[in-house]
């Protein structure tokens, strides 16, 4: 599975946008993007995924580049609860997921 | 119910002693996953069931940890002479299928939280 690059740290006012980046450079056609949530003692939570097409859910918004080299995942107004860690995972068709480090998304007053 | 059931929800045990794991999926998913947390650390995958049959355990840690699933239902992790290296939480997750399309996301149940004094 390629491997992906995200930032270890993001703040978020609430209320706000939260934009949440991951490079995906290497991913090869077949693979699709899946983004998890971990919040503080919980098991991950699947939030969205996606192959070329953005895409939206009642939790966020996927957005995938043209080149499907980088996406963003928008949550759109983000509240105290959506602290955790983000996880952006790409796959190809079966299989395990691999988790990287993930982005560490803490949302402030 | 509802969600993946793992039990026990917290487990210690002394070093060398035997633990079994359980896990109970989403009726009707046909795929079992095994991962492991660290305290502070990320994810690390052990093994993956599709049915009874285990086509990917590349990552159990050494011949004392193994996992078996039957009825294409619950499935048991086992951890034989436990060490304290062993302490971590042990997710589980379930998936209607593995391949892609809608259905292929996982489902994590709570964890079984393992300490090994």
């Known amino acids: 599975d390629a491997k992906t690059t995200q930032p270890p740290s993001m703040d978020c006012a609430e209320g706000r946008a939260a934009n949440l980046p991951c490079n995906h450079s290497?991913?090869?056609?077949?693979?699709?993007v899946y983004w998890y949530r971990q919040i503080h003692s919980q098991g991950p939570q699947y939030i969205i995924h996606?192959?070329?097409n953005n895409e939206t859910n009642e939790m966020a918004s996927l957005i995938i580049t043209e080149d499907r080299k980088s996406s963003t995942l928008i949550l759109p107004h983000a509240t105290l609860r959506d602290t955790a860690v983000y996880y952006c995972?790409?796959?190809?068709?079966?299989?395990?997921?691999?988790f990287g480090q993930g982005t560490i998304l803490t949302v402030h007053p | 119910g509802a969600g993946v059931s793992q039990s026990p929800s917290n487990k210690v045990t002394e070093k060398g002693k035997d633990v079994e794991l359980r896990c109970d999926p989403i009726?009707?998913?046909?795929?079992l996953y095994w991962y492991r947390q660290r305290l502070g650390q990320g994810l690390e995958f052990l093994i993956y069931?599709?049915?009874?049959?285990?086509?990917?355990k590349s990552g159990l840690p050494s011949d004392r940890f193994s996992a078996e699933r039957t009825g294409e239902s619950v499935s048991t992790l086992t951890i034989q002479r436990t060490q304290q290296e062993d302490s971590a939480v042990y997710l589980c997750?379930?998936?209607?299928?593995?391949?892609?399309?809608?259905?292929?996301?996982?489902?994590f149940g709570e964890g079984s939280r393992l300490t090994v004094l």
């Open positions: 995972i790409v796959r190809a068709d079966y299989g395990k997921l691999t």
């Open positions: 009726s009707g998913h046909t795929a």
């Open positions: 997750a379930s998936s209607y299928q593995t391949g892609l399309a809608a259905g292929g996301e996982l489902f």
């Open positions: 290497t991913i090869s056609g077949n693979e699709y």
């Open positions: 069931f599709q049915g009874n049959s285990a086509p990917d």
């Open positions: 996606g192959l070329k």
